[in-house]
């Protein structure tokens, strides 16, 4: 895409975080909005204060993880504006643990939000950008975890490798259809947002999480990590250029090359994979 002004976007995970700040840029850019999240009052402040500032915003309070909440939320984005152009599949959890500590029901919390609200996306909105014809682009958010596997962020690195390997047969597919709609995948270290706080959207009937100390102080590591990261900002004006260039990989920490590095030559090279726990995610 080449232009961006008058033109729809639309946000999953909008009321915070890495979702907010893209909210934030793509309104400086012109853009109109369509913001979802799974939380009401913060989802509403962000479209209030955008549309405040002039902005065009329709918001929908939905669970990506249903299907026919995105499908609901393509109509009123087809009915307010005409179509989406750049869709940004965003909201996300995370879960940690020791891969046989997890609980069924944590795995589909989080496949459900991480990955099959990411199809979901695709599914409810894709199918009339391809039709329109018009220049569009889709952005999925994936991870880091998306390209190593960190101990005990398990059931989170499956989610993010599934969400990278959705986005490339996806921009495989739209290629060989001769789309004009580009992809990028979205593969950020540590940013500053609430994502180690993702209970506070658990499902009722999940059941909360252990109080093992072992995971109390993974979590306050994670906590730590989140906090002394980039800003969501920094990453949304990446998102922004990304989307312009018409770039695949959008890659916001350098410093993390080398591990990512390492484990594709250990997979060329059939060696077993290093070890590698959160906190050497630097
Ligand atoms: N923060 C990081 O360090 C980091 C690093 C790599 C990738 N990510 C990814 O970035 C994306 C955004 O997360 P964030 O870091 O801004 O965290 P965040 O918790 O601040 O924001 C996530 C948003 O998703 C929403 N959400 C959760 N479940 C939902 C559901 N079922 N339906 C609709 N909305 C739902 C939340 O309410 C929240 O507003 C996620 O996909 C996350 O995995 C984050």
Redesign the pocket.
Known sequence: MQELEGKVAVI?????????AFAERFAAAGMKLVL????KE??EAVSAALAEGGSEIESAV????EPSALAGLAERCEARFGGAHLLCN?????VGGPMWEVTPKDWDWII???LV?VINGIHAFVPSMVASGEPGHVVN?????GLTCPAFLGP?NVT?HAVVALSESLLNDFRATGASIGVSV??????????H??D??KPAGTPADSSDPNLDAMRKVLGD??SG?IT?QQVAEQVLEAVLDDRFWIRTHPEMEPDVRSRCERIIAAETPKLMAPTEIK
Do not use: F, H, M
């Open positions: 999953t995970g909008a009321a915070s975080g890495i979702g907010r979802a999240d799974v939380e913060p989802l939905i669970d990506v993880r965003n909201a996300g959890v995370g459900g939000v991480n609200g958010t994936a991870s880091i975890a989170y993010k979205l593969c950020p270290g540590w940013v500053q947002t609430r994502i706080e993702s506070r959207n990590l989140v990261g969501p």
